[in-house]
């Protein structure tokens, strides 16, 4: 299994932005499907979007299209997630995970390896 550490979150104001990024222990992340999900107290874990390795592009969820946007850095080191136009119900814990490809579906068990996670608290 491989180490992924998340940065970024925080607390921020609704219309406000953020950006987070996964970073591999060790490794680099161009090999693999990196998907980014969230998960609100009481809630499942969702999907946010995902970055295929090759080449395929990126997918996102519904609800964040237009207001989320996920690549990779130049030296295809790390990925980062820039999330805009924040809103309340974006509060949730966010992570990364590495996975061999992206579907619309963001099925948990795609991944294999996960991060701990990174609190976005998105309040007045």
């Known amino acids: 299994q491989l180490q992924l550490v998340e940065s970024g979150g925080g607390l921020v104001q609704p219309g406000g932005s953020l950006r987070l990024s996964c970073a591999g222990s060790g490794f680099s992340l161009d090999y693999y499907a990196i998907g980014w999900f969230r998960q609100a107290p009481g809630k499942e874990r969702e999907g946010v979007s995902c970055?295929?390795?090759?080449?395929?592009?990126?997918i996102y969820a519904d609800s964040m299209k237009g207001r989320f946007t996920m690549g990779r850095d130049n030296a295809k080191t790390t990925v980062y997630l820039q999330m805009n136009s924040l809103k309340p119900e974006d509060t949730a814990i966010y992570f990364c995970a590495a996975g061999s490809g992206c579907y619309t579906d963001f099925r948990v068990g795609d991944f294999h390896s996960w991060g701990q996670g990174t609190q976005v608290t998105v309040s007045s």
């Open positions: 970055i295929s390795n090759s080449g395929g592009g990126t």
